[in-house]
C-alpha cells in the first residue's frame, strides 16, 4: 500500500516510509492513497475475536508487507500487554442504550495509549532493523505526551522531546511525563499555548537544518499516520460488542486535533456499519463552528477544564478537507493558505457532504460539570470531563434511541482533579495502582521561551550520542 500527501506534491511512500517520515515535505499529511473495504460477513465473523486479534486483522493490510504477519503480531501483543483490563476498551452502560467506552485502561490513562504503545513498539522494531538513530519531537496538550514517553522510554535508538504549554496541563498530566528520568526523554515546558507547541513541531519538520547529518525527526503526534491507523480498531471493537454489523451504531466523540473522530469516519468507510459521528467541541469550538456555520477561523484560545481539548488548529481536519474535495491536492493547499491568513471557508458541495458525515454540539465548563454531577448522581459512574462533554454532546444531537451511541471516554477522571472538585465530588479521584506516588516521584523538565532557535538549540545540545 502506499500513501500519497494532502497537498500533493509530495512523492508516494511505503508505510515503513511514512511512520519515520510524519509530516510530508509539501506540508501535508499522508494518507492511503486507498483505503481497505470489508464486507459484512468478514466483520460478522470476528465478533468473537479478541482485542488483538482484532487489531492484527484491521492493520494489517495498512503495513502491507512492510512488517511481517509474525512482527505485526508481535508487536501489537507487546503494545497492549501494560493494559489494566482483560479487555482492553471495556464498555460500561450510562443510560438506555448509552455507552461509555474506556480508552483509559492502558499505562498513562488515556486514549493516546492506544495508538502511542503500538508506535513505540513499531519504531523500536524498524530503527533496531535500520540500525538508525533519530529524534522523535512531539506538541501535547496533555495526554500525547504522557503516552508517547512510556511508549518510547526504553528504546535505544529514540532520543525524545515533548513540549507542552508551561502552566496549562493538570498536574497529573505533568507529573506523568515529568517524572520519567531516562537519559532519551526531556520535557520541555513552552512559555505558550497549545497552537505554539505544535506550530513549532511543525516548522522544526518542515526545516531539520538544527540536527546532525545523521539524525531525523520522526512524529508522534496525531499527524503520523500510524496513529490514525491503530485508532480505527477500537470502534470496529465496540461496534462488534454492541452486534455490528447486524445494526448500526454511533459514536460521540471529545476531540480537539480531529484525529480520533477522523479514524471512526475511516471505520466507517472499510465497512463498520455507523449510523452518526458526533463531534464534541468544549468553548475552543472551531470544529463545531465549521459544520454549523462555515466558519473556521482562528479566535482566542481560551483556557478550559477540558485542556487536551484546548485546540484552535485541528491539524487532522485536514486529512478529512482532502476528502471532502475529492482528494484534490491543489484545493487542499489552498485553503491552508487561507487558514494559515486567519480563516478559511468551504465550498457549499464540500460543506454539504461534511454535515451528512458529522453532527457537531459545543460544551462549556459549566454544563460539562453539570454533566459529571448528573451521571454520577444517576449511576455513580464518575466522568472525566472530556468525557462528560462527550457524553452532552450525544445527548443533545442523537438522532436514533435504538441505535447504541458511544461516548469515546478519553481520559481517567484521576488526571483532572480540579474538574472533578468543582463537580461537587469530596475528594480527588484515586490514581491507579501503579500511579499512587505520582506526587512523591521527583520530577525533571526545562521552561523555555517561546522561540524556535532556542528550543531547537535545546534538542541539538542534548542528543545522546
Given at each position: 500500500m502506499k500513501y500519497i500527501s494532502t497537498r500533493?506534491?509530495?512523492?508516494?511512500?511505503?508505510?515503513?516510509?511514512?511512520?519515520?517520515?510524519?509530516?510530508?515535505p509539501d506540508g501535508g499529511l499522508y494518507v492511503p492513497e486507498t483505503l481497505p473495504e470489508f464486507s459484512q460477513e468478514e466483520i460478522a465473523s470476528w465478533a468473537g475475536l479478541s482485542y488483538e486479534e482484532l487489531a492484527f486483522k484491521i492493520m494489517a493490510p495498512?503495513?502491507?508487507?512492510?512488517?511481517?504477519?509474525?512482527?505485526?503480531?508481535?508487536?501489537?501483543?507487546?503494545?497492549?500487554?501494560?493494559?489494566?483490563?482483560?479487555?482492553?476498551?471495556p464498555l460500561v452502560q450510562t443510560g438506555h442504550n448509552e455507552w461509555i467506552l474506556e480508552l483509559f485502561q492502558g499505562p498513562t490513562l488515556a486514549f493516546k495509549d492506544f495508538a502511542l504503545q503500538f508506535l513505540g513498539h513499531l519504531l523500536?522494531?524498524?530503527?533496531?532493523?535500520?540500525?538508525?538513530?533519530?529524534?522523535v519531537m512531539g506538541a501535547t496538550s496533555g495526554d500525547t505526551g504522557s503516552a508517547a514517553i512510556e511508549g518510547c522510554r526504553r528504546c535505544d535508538n529514540i532520543d525524545i522531546y515533548i513540549l507542552h504549554p508551561y502552566q496549562r496541563v493538570s498536574e497529573?498530566?505533568?507529573?506523568?511525563?515529568?517524572?520519567?528520568?531516562?537519559?532519551?526523554?526531556?520535557n520541555i515546558a513552552l512559555k505558550g499555548n497549545f497552537d505554539d507547541c505544535q506550530n513549532m513541531v511543525k516548522t522544526s519538520f518542515g526545516d531539520q537544518s538544527f540536527l546532525p547529518e545523521d539524525r531525523q525527526l520522526v512524529a508522534v503526534n496525531s499527524i503520523n499516520w500510524a496513529r490514525i491507523m491503530a485508532q480505527i480498531v477500537y470502534y470496529f471493537y465496540a461496534g462488534l460488542a454492541l452486534g455490528a454489523p447486524g445494526r448500526p451504531v454511533s459514536f460521540s466523540v471529545p476531540t480537539g486535533n480531529f484525529g480520533d473522530i477522523f479514524a471512526g469516519y475511516l471505520a466507517k468507510r472499510m465497512g463498520l456499519p455507523i449510523d452518526q459521528l458526533v463531534i464534541a467541541t468544549n468553548s475552543n469550538d472551531i470544529l463545531h463552528r465549521c459544520l454549523s456555520d462555515n466558519d473556521h477561523s482562528k479566535q482566542s484560545l481560551q483556557h478550559t477544564l477540558s485542556p487536551s481539548m484546548d485546540i484552535m488548529v485541528s491539524s487532522n481536519f485536514e486529512r478529512m478537507l482532502f476528502d471532502l474535495y475529492d482528494r484534490d491536492g491543489d484545493k487542499i493547499r489552498g485553503l491552508?493558505?487561507?487558514?494559515?491568513?486567519?480563516?478559511?471557508?468551504?465550498?457549499?458541495?464540500?460543506?454539504?457532504k461534511a454535515k451528512e458525515l458529522f453532527s457537531s454540539h459545543k460544551v462549556d465548563d459549566e454544563t460539562m460539570l453539570d454533566v459529571i454531577r448528573d451521571v454520577f448522581a444517576h449511576t455513580e459512574y464518575l466522568l472525566d470531563p472530556h468525557t462528560a462533554i462527550g457524553l452532552k454532546a450525544a445527548r443533545e444531537t442523537r438522532r436514533r434511541q435504538d441505535i447504541p451511541m458511544v461516548c469515546l471516554a478519553t481520559a481517567h477522571p484521576a488526571k483532572f482533579p480540579e474538574a472533578v472538585r468543582k463537580a461537587g465530588q469530596e475528594s480527588d479521584p484515586a490514581l491507579p495502582t501503579h500511579m499512587a506516588d505520582l506526587f512523591q516521584r521527583e520530577e525533571r523538565y526545562d521552561v523555555l521561551d517561546n522561540d524556535i532557535g532556542t528550543v531547537q538549540s535545546f534538542i541539538a545540545k542534548n542528543l545522546k550520542a
Open positions: 500533493g506534491q509530495a512523492p508516494a511512500l511505503n508505510f515503513e516510509e511514512v511512520v519515520l517520515t510524519g509530516l510530508a495498512f503495513v502491507s508487507g512492510a512488517v511481517s504477519d509474525e512482527e505485526l503480531k508481535q508487536i501489537i501483543t507487546e503494545a497492549y500487554s501494560t493494559f489494566r483490563h482483560d479487555a482492553i476498551a523500536d522494531h524498524l530503527l533496531k532493523k535500520r540500525n538508525q538513530k533519530v529524534v497529573v498530566q505533568r507529573r506523568q511525563m515529568t517524572t520519567v528520568l531516562e537519559d532519551n526523554v526531556h491552508m493558505e487561507d487558514f494559515k491568513s486567519g480563516a478559511m471557508h468551504l465550498d457549499e458541495s464540500a460543506l454539504s
